[in-house]
């Protein structure tokens, strides 16, 4: 017996709404079991005040939506939509605009579902409805990804993970993790991804809810696809056959597995089994622009068994679908459409046509990723990331303000006695003494997380860590990162000549002057006693020759003064040794660019310091660097 489901049933007043208003927990829980007993008042609707009708009709579309019973899930809304007045309590209407923002969607009018998932967010924050706020952010973030708007979806996300974090609440925050996964693997982060996907699976396993963990499964598969590892999706796919099974009824969750499958099969090159399954998901009934999808990969396999008239025909379908979905003009998946047609017009033996379309696909293919790997995308990003790991620190207040009043409102309904009450003013005083220095430290924490306290640069976990991302995103054939490594010369000698007061003052000067030396983007960090490392984006070898060249000769005319006890200074004659490198289509990872930089300096340094020197490919015929290292010690030790 499910606890709670007789309350639905059993209600005796048909304007008493306590029960539904409760039943969000159950219903995730057991969504077929009470949506079945939500079903046995369907015949006493008209007896239902109004409050209760659409409070009813909340939760009918909520199971209908885990249920994936689409487009009953799209009749009760519009139900629903029909008895809104302005008199609707502020709760109810926003959760509808979110309903009505997932059909539209789902119906790949994406303009439509951002203005209504607006609107839910607008009306929860002004009532303070926090969890539905936090839900209408979510669904926006997801909703942008879809169209490619990566760092605005990414911000909208992360507004949301602070507030479901500060609600403490497990359901919000893994529902974000999982828009976290898509949104990750929809930029190609599969890592990432599928970290974010198996975070949200663990939460739903715990919190036993059957459809978002079938959604999970689901994330995971498409995740698996993306990355080509097709027979670990094929693997999740089947798994989401079997997790969805709890809904007996369910039409839209067997068209994703079968979907998924052909999909996979196809972009594996088993086209033989792929077309079998093609046609199983098209006579599916399921999301068009899916089917879109579909079509395509039907069109690539149809050319392989040169059966070409029929392939032509699949890729009309996809383009009438796309060209009915104008938000989706010029992202990745409508723009394939171009290039699967030159694959067409080479095999048909039209190489004009073929050249043209692919000129075409590359230009657009090129602005898009140009789009997704801009630097500024790379530090929103980072800074999202970082800003989750720190994420506690940064909600110690709002979690005090809340456990405040949390406090007052027992304190209220149990009319303490006056030494409980004379603690709670004292506890309140230092909340507030509390808030205040978070407020005023709260920057200079951040800071020091990523800071080298000594030269205020980038710290060596931050700067590697950098260089990991941005080596990783980069196309080589587009653009080029170039790096220096760059070491005080006779630096233990400073130290032992002039104390290490002195060295201190030396390594905070060398900073100043390399940030005065970069460009803005540029990003510097010390990553050692006296090594720093220097992270050039968009700068080829011979640029940064130049820069590092420009960095030596700053050095050599900065006046390093040494103050004596007699008020009397002396110059000390400061110089650097640089050792640069820079991408190539040899450089496999941001280690072995490090690497090879660490032998530029090596060498910079046996030619005599004070120089810089660019690495050239014969340096690998020996494992010497200046700092006896093949690879940068791990930006975590």
């Known amino acids: 017996m499910i606890i709670g489901t007789s309350s639905v049933t059993s209600a005796a007043a048909l304007n008493d709404v306590s029960a539904l208003e409760n039943l969000h927990h159950e219903l995730n829980q057991h969504p077929w079991q009470t949506y079945q007993d939500l079903q046995t008042q369907a015949e ?63 119906q790949g009018k994406y303009q439509n579902a951002q203005k209504l998932l607006k609107m ?74 599928i970290e974010y996907y198996k975070k949200s699976l663990i939460s739903y396993q715990q919190l036993g809810y059957p459809s978002d963990i079938a959604e999970a499964i689901n994330g995971l598969a498409a995740t698996y696809r993306y990355w080509k590892k097709f027979d670990l999706a094929i693997d999740y796919y089947q798994r989401y056959e079997k997790a969805i099974e709890f809904s007996p009824h369910n039409v839209d969750g067997k068209f994703y597995a079968a979907y998924g499958i052909a999909m996979s099969q196809a972009e594996k090159g088993d086209c033989h089994q792929a077309l079998k399954s093609i046609d199983k998901a098209l006579n599916l009934k399921g999301l068009i622009d899916y089917k879109a999808e579909i079509y395509k990969r039907k069109a690539q396999c149809l050319i392989t068994f040169n059966k070409l008239l029929d392939a032509e025909v699949a890729l009309d379908k996809a383009q009438s679908i796309f060209a009915n979905i104008p938000e989706l003009i010029g992202t990745h998946w409508q723009i394939e459409v171009i290039k699967i047609r030159a694959e067409l017009a080479q095999v048909s033996g039209d190489s004009n046509q073929a050249y043209q379309l692919l000129k075409e696909y590359n230009q657009v293919q090129t602005a898009l990723i140009k789009k997704n790997s801009s630097d500024k995308l790379l530090r929103v990003r980072g800074k999202l990331e970082h800003e989750r790991q720190n994420v506690e620190i940064s909600l110690l207040q709002q979690r005090a303000e809340v456990q405040k009043l949390q406090y007052e409102q027992q304190k209220q309904k149990n009319n303490f006695q006056t030494y409980l009450i004379t603690f709670s003013v ?32 980038y710290n060596r976990r931050y700067v590697f860590s950098f260089l990991n991302k941005l080596v990783s ?136 310091r004070n120089c810089v020197v660019k690495y050239s490919s014969e340096m690998t015929e020996s494992n010497q660097s200046y700092f006896g290292l093949s690879h940068p010690i791990h930006e975590d030790s």
């Open 426 to 457: 004292l506890f309140a005083l230092m909340v507030l003494v509390f808030v205040f220095f978070q407020r005023r430290h709260n920057k200079k924490l951040l800071a020091l997380s990523i800071r080298d306290p000594l030269s205020e640069l």
């Open 120 to 193: 839910a967010k607008s009306v929860a924050e002004s009532n303070n409805f926090t969890y539905i706020a936090v839900q209408a952010k979510q669904e926006l973030a997801y909703t942008r990804s879809l169209t490619e708007f990566y760092e605005l979806s990414l911000t909208e996300l992360q507004q949301a993970y602070v507030e479901a974090f500060a609600f403490s609440d497990d359901y919000l925050i893994a529902k974000i993790h999982e828009v976290y996964g898509a949104i990750y693997g929809y930029m190609h982060d599969y890592e990432k991804s």
């Open 44 to 106: 006493q609707f008209e007896e239902m005040s109004l409050e209760y009708k659409l409070w009813w009709l909340n939760r009918k579309a909520q199971a209908e939506n885990l249920l994936f019973l689409f487009e009953q899930f799209q009749q009760t809304v519009a139900k629903a939509q029909d008895l809104i007045t302005p008199d609707t309590p502020a709760k109810l209407t926003s959760q509808f605009y979110i309903y009505s923002g997932i059909i539209f969607q789902r």
């Open 473 to 608: 995103a980069i196309d080589t054939e587009k653009s080029q990162v170039s790096i220096m490594v760059i070491d005080i010369d006779n630096f233990k000698q400073v130290n032992d000549h002039c104390g290490h007061p002195f060295g201190d003052y030396v390594i905070r000067e060398i900073a100043k002057i390399g940030q005065e030396t970069l460009r803005a983007e540029d990003i510097m960090g010390r990553v050692g006693g006296e090594e720093f490392l220097c992270v050039l984006p968009r700068i080829d070898a011979e640029q940064c020759m130049h820069i590092a060249n420009r960095f030596v000769k700053n050095v050599n005319s900065h006046n390093f003064k040494i103050e004596h006890k007699a008020n009397e200074q002396q110059v000390a004659n400061i110089t650097i040794s640089i050792g640069i490198a820079t991408t190539s289509l040899e450089v496999e990872d941001y280690t072995q660019l490090y690497a090879m930089a660490d032998k530029a300096l090596y060498h910079a340094k046996k030619n005599g």
